[in-house]
């Protein structure tokens, strides 16, 4: 049998190797957001998680959406963040309608385009 000349440590290794899961850098997840008031506007920051691989493959964007769909801010990612995983990014500026009590807050990669998560945040007023 070819197996027994492997010994324990290639026998090891051979089992290891077939437990490797392929990379898959698969839609970016919004680990978690906040949002607080600054004067008049918004300050949002989010946590995306995502197994950027490189400029090929990487989160390039997060939005924030009223409840009604109208898109009221976005922060573009313009590098991919292979070693800082999850990451945090923040985005000032952001105006809120007095009536808005919710955002909605959606993600892209460059690959799949926009995850169909979407992460609800209740603003505190």
């Known amino acids: 049998m070819p197996f027994r000349k492997l010994g324990l440590f290639g026998a090891k290794v051979l089992v290891a190797a077939s437990c490797v899961i392929p990379a898959n ?32 493959h990487y989160a390039d964007l997060w939005q924030v959406f009223s409840p009604n769909g109208q898109l009221l801010g976005e922060r573009v990612l313009l ?35 926009v995850a169909e998560q979407e992460y609800r945040l209740t603003l505190p007023r």
């Open 25 to 56: 850098a698969g839609d970016v997840e919004i680990v978690d957001a906040t949002a607080r008031q600054s004067g008049n506007s918004w300050i949002f920051s989010v946590t995306l998680k995502h197994g950027d691989t490189g400029w090929d």
């Open 79 to 113: 590098h991919p963040h292979v070693e800082e995983q999850p990451f945090t990014r923040s985005l000032s500026g952001v105006e809120i309608p007095d009536e808005v009590d919710e955002v909605v807050i959606r993600a892209r990669d460059s690959v799949h385009g």
